[in-house]
Nanobody
Framework: QVQLVESGGGLVQAGGPLRLSCAVSGRTISNYAMNWFRRAPGKSREFVAFISSSGSTASYADSVKGRFTISRDNAKNAVYLQMNSLEPEDTAVYYC????????WGQGTQVTVSS
């Protein structure tokens, strides 16, 4: 059973940083590309960032490009999201998963950005 555990969220003022972590257990993720997604209040889950299995390729939603950085440590079976210059519009629950959502979703981690 694969388990995804997201952490690192919290309350931050606009312009501040946060670093999210996604710990994966039950499966080695070195062969999997991984995404970060988010779900804002009243909205559907949306794509935030992608990283290839090796970490050599990354891509981002236009709304976060230049502010967020995705990374991974396959030795630790973990994926990270460094978020800088946070905006109130980034308030959401953040999740990690494969691009095709192959694993059961974790509980996510709440990010709240105050203006």
């Amino acid at each position: 059973q694969v388990q995804l555990v997201e952490s690192g969220g919290g309350l931050v003022q606009a312009g501040g940083p946060l670093r999210l972590s996604c710990a994966v257990s039950g499966r080695t993720i070195s062969n999997y590309a991984m995404n970060w997604f988010r779900r804002a209040p009243g909205k559907s889950r949306e794509f935030v960032a992608f990283i290839s299995s090796s970490g050599s390729t990354a891509s981002y939603a236009d709304s976060v490009k230049g502010r967020f950085t995705i990374s991974r440590d396959n030795a630790k079976n973990a994926v990270y999201l460094q978020m800088n210059s946070l905006e109130p519009e980034d308030t959401a629950v953040y999740y990690c998963n494969t691009p095709r959502s192959q694993f059961s979703w974790g509980q996510g981690t709440q990010v709240t950005v105050s203006s």
